[in-house]
């Protein structure tokens, strides 16, 4: 069953009409981990945003569509948005210091949290927090409701957000990036739990991320963005026997201790060439027809999707 | 005694104290015990968490920290009786580049100027052949010379991270600390920072301190991978026996939690208890036992010291031999 379907987004920057992110089609099924695979600035956070309608003023969504369990929510009416956002969809970022309430302890704000979407209060509410803290592996959760974040460490607080998340059993999970700011040790931790509640609940994740190796063991499916397109799209497996784009290749090539047959990469400056396909500048396999189309997107297996002449 | 040591480090500890709540006073060591030396051409990581004390040695290296105890050692120099004369020639000859490359490169000078201060300083010269200099430094990191007119701010992370070589470079070193030189760069640039580090290595016979977090970056770059945690070194292996040896049961758990993705079965799901202690709450018996999965009860009693197992493997284990 297909729970979030996103086609045709295009979202631009009404200051100077850049366009940001270009025509994003995907959709995400009940239960899978929809893994996002990009660079700094390719757009994989603002896909994020723009689900949960938390753009920032100067970026326009200006065509296409993002439905959500047969909504559509580019049209939903503001009064609405509570009901999905925090309680249908929820989102957990990068630095949890930050996405914290410092001057609230970890009881107060787990509690707000359960008062607003499903209304509990007092002895219900404590019990459905404890219950989700101990889900999610915080030992003593009682004595913890009366911590403040600046008291857990990473790794706890990474933990205490992602109960935060899952209090009101979401049906999608968005992660951004929530192993990034972690140690190595813990962020496997934190992946760990992440899929034992894909399992338990059948909670569908959508998960960015730069990280190959933690894609590559997570997500059932993977997204390639490359500066506000998706460049290539496959289930994780095919992705990494098979990569097609060239971008993909250069990826997967530029991880150390592999071989790099691409590494003279020529940069061409943009304004001597003009091109269809924003990966030409740096391609090792440069072709004609991106001066005169934009290049199409083909499925070259059942499943898996590129956008790239080399395959028309 | 003459050998061809570039740097080392012998029984270096650091005390760091730090101001708690009001006047109470907290110290730590961030270091213990370190000993470590770095011969010339040779590539030595320095592979750890946060927190585990790898920037510290770097920066005592560096001489930019002082030991609480132990001694430094430049060209077999030690520090604490080092002359001025002697402290002057060694200086440029140990370098360093830092993960952040714009907060470590001037933001009000041009290219050129941040390039020629450094190279006039230490060989006082008219400013043309300078310039030459500079513009061949450039050309040898990949940059180009209409870079030389410009500000920090107008290149890119992966450019910064270059100019930033190329400033360590100038002064013609021996040894150049990199601490996390990759670490804020997208992975395509990475790797092409990488290769150039491989390159530089070879033009110039440079010998590196790797400070990374990274292990696949670690065994891309090093000849020694040199494995830290909680401030004391718990293993040294060369990485031609990465794969041979059995590691120290921190370093299994670095390998386990860096998944790599070309590999043909999923990582080992480790059972790892706890998070990494704080440095301040220092267990009485072996630093990682809390966490250990083959801790027994000589672990918690007593600390292990580093022992040599073939020539060039050394692990503080109880557990190991």
């Known amino acids: 069953m297909t729970l979030l379907e996103v086609s045709n987004l295009t979202l631009i920057n009404s200051h100077n009409s850049q366009t940001i992110l270009k025509a994003i089609t995907f959709s995400l099924k009940k239960g899978e981990i929809l893994g996002v695979l990009g660079e700094s600035g390719s757009g994989k956070s603002l896909t994020a945003l723009s689900i949960l309608n938390l753009l920032p003023s100067n970026l326009r969504i200006v065509s296409g569509q993002i439905r959500f369990a047969q909504q559509d929510l580019l049209k939903l009416n503001p009064k609405d948005w509570p009901k999905i956002r925090g309680k249908e969809i929820s989102i957990i970022f990068q630095d949890p210091l930050s996405t914290l309430n410092p001057v609230l302890n970890i009881g107060e704000q787990l509690g707000e949290v359960v008062y607003y979407h499903l209304g509990l209060k007092g002895s219900q509410a404590k019990e459905l927090i404890i219950k989700t803290l101990k889900e999610v592996g915080i030992s003593d959760p009682e004595l913890r409701l009366r911590s403040y974040p600046h008291e857990l460490s990473g790794g706890m607080r990474q933990r205490v957000m992602i109960a935060m998340s899952i209090l009101c059993s979401p049906r999608l999970l968005i992660a951004d990036e929530p192993t990034t700011a972690l140690d190595l040790t813990i962020q496997m931790q934190i992946i760990e739990l992440l899929k034992n509640l894909n399992r338990e609940r059948e909670l569908s994740i959508l998960f960015i991320t730069h990280d190959l190796g933690v894609l590559r063991w997570f997500a059932h499916r993977i997204l390639v963005y490359y500066q506000g397109q998706i460049l290539e799209s496959a289930p994780t497996e095919k992705l990494f026997a098979r990569p097609l784009h060239p971008y993909t290749q250069v990826l997967f090539a530029s991880y150390p201790g592999r071989e790099k047959p691409f590494l003279k990469e020529k940069f061409i400056k943009k304004r001597y060439m003009p091109a269809y396909c924003d990966f030409a500048y740096r391609c090792p396999h440069p072709c004609k027809e991106v001066s005169e189309r934009e290049p199409p997107l083909i499925q070259a297996e059942p499943g898996h999707y590129v956008r790239c002449h080399l395959y028309a | ?321």
Request: aromatic share 10%; hydrophobic share 40%; with cysteine.
């Open chain 2, 1 to 321: 005694m003459p050998n061809d040591f570039i740097a080392e480090l012998k029984g270096v500890s650091k005390l760091y104290k730090i101001r708690a709540f009001l006047y109470k006073k907290l110290s730590f060591w961030a270091l213990l015990d370190i000993n470590l030396s770095i011969r010339k051409g040779e590539v030595i990581a320095i592979l750890g968490e946060s927190g585990c004390g790898k920037s510290t040695l770097g920066k005592i290296l560096l001489d930019i920290e002082k030991p609480t105890v132990g001694e430094v050692y430049w060209f077999s120099h030690p520090l604490s009786k080092i002359d001025k004369a002697t402290y002057k020639r060694l200086r440029p000859k140990i370098q360093a580049v830092f993960q952040d490359s714009f907060a470590s490169l001037n933001p009000r000078f041009k290219i050129k100027k941040i390039l020629l201060e450094p190279y006039l300083l230490n060989f006082p010269s008219e400013e043309k052949e300078a310039l030459e200099v500079v513009k061949n430094e450039l050309q040898s990191v990949g940059l180009s010379e209409d870079y030389l007119d410009r500000y920090p701010h107008e290149l890119s992370g992966g450019e910064r991270q270059r100019v930033a070589l190329a400033r360590a470079l100038i002064t013609k070193p021996s040894l150049i600390v990199l601490d996390e030189p990759t670490s804020a760069l997208d992975m395509t640039i990475q790797s092409q920072i990488l290769a150039l580090l491989k390159d530089l290595r070879e033009q110039y016979h440079l010998s590196y301190l790797f400070i990374t977090h990274n292990l696949s970056t670690a065994l891309e770059m090093a000849d020694f991978i040199t494995v830290m945690y909680l401030g004391r070194i718990v293993e040294i292996f060369p990485k031609a026996l990465f794969q041979k040896i059995e590691h120290h049961p921190y370093t299994k758990l670095l390998i386990n939690s860096n998944p790599n993705p070309f590999a043909e079965r999923p990582p080992e799901v480790t059972t790892l208890r706890g998070e990494p202690i704080s440095p301040l709450q220092r267990p009485k018996g072996c630093d990682f036992y809390p966490r250990c999965p083959e801790a027994s009860t000589i672990c918690q009693k007593e600390r292990p010291t580093l022992r040599s197992f073939d020539p060039y493997v050394q692990i503080a284990c109880f557990k190991r031999g």
